[in-house]
């Protein structure tokens, strides 16, 4: 089962510093067929502006993922962590018992992101913020695991989160393509970043979304050049 989610299909919230678009119900946008997607709750495909961004905030309970696809998002939080993530590269919060953060745009100009949510298996534990480079040469024509629950993947450099979870993402120059093995029970949700691809012969434009189940093989084809980024979550 493929559900193809268009572009101009998302919720939608438009400010003078920020335009986001919500693959799932969030904020003042509900749709009760689409609030979330096995334990993946927020896939928010934000824009923004320069020099602006989200003040002080609380979080509880979350695994926040946040994969920079143009510009670089400044991070800083109520554990003393700052750090600044690029463009390709991706940062890691888990909530836990309580943590308070802000994340901006200090650059010249407007930065784009995907902000996923992830419920953790369990409520509570010290929180935690980590970030990681992953260039996309290094991804070119292949999945690569940015995300992960799993031991396995964290020991080959995934920034790891309190869920069985994965997030990946693959860069593809057209007739290329990329499988990836879904098991039974498993809710996957894939999001073209850039370009044109197509998802078990469902054909998917530049920041449409399509959550999947019960597909035994996932095969992504890419009819231009695309940028890709896959959840593989329980």
Known sequence: MIE?????????????????RYHFSFSGYHDPTRVHWGALRVWNDDTIQPKTGFPPHPHADMEIITYVRTGAITHQDSMGNKGRT???DVQV????????HAEYNLEDEATTLY????????????PY????????????GSLVTLASGFEADQARG????????????????????????????????????????????????PRDGAAIRDETTIRVSASDDAEIVLVDAP
């Open 158 to 205: 995934a920034l790891p989160i309190r869920q069985d979870a994965r997030i990946l993402a693959a860069t593809l120059q057209p007739g290329q393509d990329v499988t990836y093995t879904l098991d039974a029970g498993r809710h996957a949700y894939l999001a073209v970043a850039k370009g044109k691809a197509s998802v078990n012969g469902v054909d998917l434009g």
């Open 115 to 126: 902000q996923i949510w992830i419920l953790p298996k369990s409520h509570g534990g010290k």
């Open 129 to 140: 913020w980590g970030a990681a480079k992953f260039p996309k040469a290094d991804r070119a």
């Open 93 to 100: 919060m888990s909530a836990g018992s309580g943590v308070t």
């Open 4 to 20: 193809k989610r268009p572009f101009d299909s998302l919720g939608q919230f438009d400010a003078d510093w920020l335009a986001a």
């Open 86 to 88: 690029e463009a390709g």
